[in-house]
């Protein structure tokens, strides 16, 4: 296996959105094997569903779902379409309503012709036919110093709340970097660059740079790069990675990237679906509603959400010192109530369970406190709102106890407006 590390059920996709742009998904750590747990649970069954789905309706194609409420359009059918063409995967020509499959092997020299001259080792890919999608890795020396890059390929919703996220640059509670920038280039596609580091709180000083781009037709580009040989857990190589950012984003707007997402099989099942439907993930806004009650007198210092995937956050101030305020919704999770809840859940008298917790932060933050409100109603829809005593769970205490008490939580938690 080569140093750049990528699980073997986890996408670059998969892992960027559930770390919520990196970090904002990560920065969710109410009970977090109990998250891990129902969001492997939700995805084994949507999964299911679909593949039931394709069978039922004679599709060939394979379903794709990524997390976090990710819709992964796959498209057409590959038995169909190796035979239709003898073109090149990657040539102009391909550009058809069926491409043909890119292979893992045609990524790899993909991403070596695009790169500056340079000694490639450990290169793996993962090509168009093969889930959960597609992606293709190495580590490139320039001469100065190996470093990892990846490239990852996915197709968004056009329009998305995803989509919108992929490209916009994260709080500062939530992820911490040198600088952020998004860009439109001429084609109307969005691009945003970040100079980054691969650990919130930089116990190791890995930089970790990248560009995300989404075209308007919805085709995602994921390109990332490490000042190592590996993402995590190798020595550094450089001070710096080697690619600047107008080169992150040259390599990003490479046609062959979008021609490839292109050739990713689409699925029928999924075709007709819309922004807020169940792929879509919760109707309500995260953001939003959070910032709607929240108390009175609060100066709210920063906010961000991923409403595809249920979560919004508020840095507030009371005069006393910057707190974070969280929040995850999560539908249809009344089927893992016991993996979740146990047996010592308040019940109200409307059957919706309440667990409340008191610890310590786990982002490694000196001194921070966690106070959390879970919930879950019998319609399946899951609650869950978190304060901490600090602005970021990676940095130091800034006040005794958050900003919030457990009994304003409880009142957010338990709100109507959820619904």
Not at 90 to 115: F, M, Q
Not at 197 to 224: C, F, H, I, M
Not at 348 to 361: C, E, M, N, W, Y
Request: proline letters at 7%.
């Amino acid at each position: 296996m080569p140093d750049v590390q990528h699980s073997e059920h986890l996408d670059p996709f998969e892992e960027r959105l559930s770390a919520g742009l990196h970090d904002a998904g990560s920065a969710f750590d109410t009970d977090r094997a109990a998250l891990a747990t129902a969001g492997a649970l939700r995805g084994r069954r949507r999964l299911l569903r679909r593949r039931n789905a394709a069978v039922m309706g004679g599709a060939a194609g394979i379903a794709l779902v990524g997390v976090g409420g990710a819709l992964l359009v796959p498209s057409g059918n590959p038995a169909d379409r190796r035979g239709s063409t003898a073109t090149s995967p990657l040539s102009p020509a391909a550009s058809t309503p069926a491409p043909a499959p890119v292979s893992g092997d045609t990524l790899i020299r993909t991403l070596e012709k695009l790169l500056p001259h340079g000694e490639f080792t450990k290169a793996e890919a993962r090509g168009t036919d093969d889930e959960p999608s597609p992606y293709v890795q190495l580590v490139y020396d320039d001469g100065k110093g190996a470093s990892a890059i990846s490239v990852g390929l996915d197709r968004l919703r056009p329009g998305s709340d995803q989509a919108r996220q992929a490209t916009r640059c994260p709080g500062k509670a939530l992820a911490h970097y040198d600088s952020c920038g998004t860009s439109r280039l001429a084609d109307g596609s969005v691009v945003m660059v970040t100079r980054g580091y691969e650990y919130p709180d930089r116990r190791v000083d890995t930089k970790r740079w990248n560009a995300e781009l989404v075209t308007p037709q919805g085709q995602y580009v994921s390109v990332n790069e490490w000042n190592a040989a590996a993402e995590k857990d190798a020595p550094i190589t450089r001070s710096q990675p080697p690619l600047t950012p107008a080169q992150l984003t040259k390599l990003a707007a490479a046609a062959v990237w979008r021609r490839a997402i292109d050739a990713i099989p689409r699925d029928p099942d999924s075709a007709g679906a819309q922004p807020g439907s169940e792929d879509s993930g919760p109707s309500v806004s995260a953001s939003s509603t959070l910032l709607a009650l929240l108390p009175k007198g609060l100066k709210v210092a920063e906010s961000g959400a991923n409403d595809d995937a249920g979560f919004g956050y508020a840095v507030v101030d009371d005069g006393k010192g910057r707190s974070l305020v969280q929040v995850n919704v999560q539908a249809d999770m009344g089927d893992v109530e016991g993996e979740l809840f146990g047996s010592g859940a308040e019940v109200l008298s409307d059957g919706t369970k309440v667990a409340v917790r008191q610890g310590t932060g786990e982002k490694g933050g000196s001194g921070v406190a966690m106070w959390t409100v879970d919930t879950l109603r019998t319609d399946g829809r899951r609650v869950v709102v978190s304060a901490f005593n600090s602005g970021a769970q990676d940095t130091p205490a800034t006040r005794t106890t958050p900003a919030l008490t457990l009994k304003q939580l409880r009142e957010i938690a338990l709100s109507p407006n959820w619904r």
